[in-house]
Nanobody, 120 residues
Framework: QVQLVESGGGLVQTGGSLRLSCAAS????????MGWFRQAPGKEREFVAK????????YYTDSVKGRFTISRDNANHMLYLQMNSLKPEDTAVYFC?????????????WGQGTQVTVSS
């Protein structure tokens, strides 16, 4: 069982930065692929970024490439998303997710979400 708790969301102006954190419980954190999804008002939840269990493989949706960086600290059971050059279209609730071996569009575990609002 894995429990995920996000933090770090907030209100920021266009061009600003935020760093999201996700604290994971469970002793097998390193065996899980992790990622971030987001859901804007009136839209479906969409994939943002993912990272392999060892932290070496990362993948991003095209709209955030070059602006967002995903990372993880297996020793402290933490997942991060550094978001730079934020745009109003990045406004959404951001969810941390985990899945054994590889992250798909239907992860096994979800956090409760953290709101990110980018003002124009």
């Amino acid at each position: 069982q894995v429990q995920l708790v996000e933090s770090g969301g907030g209100l920021v102006q266009t061009g600003g930065s935020l760093r999201l954190s996700c604290a994971a419980s469970g002793r097998t954190f390193s065996g899980y692929a992790m990622g971030w999804f987001r859901q804007a008002p009136g839209k479906e939840r969409e994939f943002v970024a993912k990272i392999g269990w060892n932290g070496y493989s990362t993948y991003y949706t095209d709209s955030v490439k070059g602006r967002f960086t995903i990372s993880r600290d297996n020793a402290n059971h933490m997942l991060y998303l550094q978001m730079n050059s934020l745009k109003p279209e990045d406004t959404a609730v951001y969810f941390c997710a985990a899945q054994r071996v590889a992250l798909t569009m239907t992860p096994d575990y979800w956090g409760q979400g953290t709101q990110v609002t980018v003002s124009s």
